[in-house]
């Protein structure tokens, strides 16, 4: 019993470890710390883990919770910057969910599917394929959309309302990004990420107005960040402009 004790304790703890440590990555944006992040905190990424011929069934049996975070953190920033690595995370969050045999996971379940589509939106946007990233990302708004708004802080690291803000301003699309965002902060209020995704859409509308209060909100949320952060100085300069 004390065995199976400390070991759901370590789990846990490798879970909030590898949440802090994806959250960190996705909303600072540094993707060089991508393959150095976790293995700092002694957290192995679980397709090296599994190399070598391993069942599905095998393997399910194995992955803990911050499995799918290491693989969706590691994931995002390899779309995120064009690497082909990318498919090898997506498959890894595929097989999690394929071993989620539990009935009363099933929304975990779901959530690492949202992750996964996620991924391969994110990947074709930064190919340029903006309507295969457009209509995957549709699937995953879908699933979202069958959970109720998080009552603290979103249990998805990328909330898929604000990537799919994102993916539609990439796309030439700043109307619907405007209001992607919207159902975004009003899901998940004062979000940093999708408030400067807001202002950046507005801007692109032309609103120089809604932009620079947009930017403004955004400032007052990092106002604790490091100033030397790229936001911040673009924050900064609309909103100087706008006075």
Known sequence: ??????AATNGKASQYVAQMGATYLIETQQWDLAGKIFSMVG??????????????????????????????AKGY???????????SNISALQEVEKGIANS?????????????????ALAA??????????ETMKKAIALEETNSPPSGPPELIKPPHELFGEILLTAGRADEAVKMFAVSLS?????ARSLIGTARALA???????????????????????????ELEEARK??????
């Open 1 to 6: 019993m004390q065995r199976q004790d400390m």
């Open 43 to 72: 957290l192995n990424y679980m397709v090296h883990q599994t190399s070598g011929g391993s069942s599905a069934e095998h393997m399910s049996h194995r992955y803990g919770g911050s499995d799918s975070l290491v693989a969706f």
């Open 77 to 87: 920033a390899a779309a995120a910057t064009g690497s082909s690595e990318v498919a």
């Open 104 to 120: 009363e996971m099933r929304y975990r379940a779901k959530q690492i599917e949202i992750q996964g589509l996620e991924l391969e």
């Open 125 to 134: 946007s930064k190919k340029g394929d903006s309507e295969k990233a457009i």
């Open 187 to 191: 899901r998940e209020p004062n979000r």
């Open 204 to 230: 692109a509308k032309g609103d120089a107005k809604g932009a620079s209060e947009a930017y403004a909100e955004f400032m007052k949320i990092w106002s604790k960040a490091d100033s030397g952060l790229p």
């Open 238 to 243: 609309t909103v100087r402009r706008a006075d």
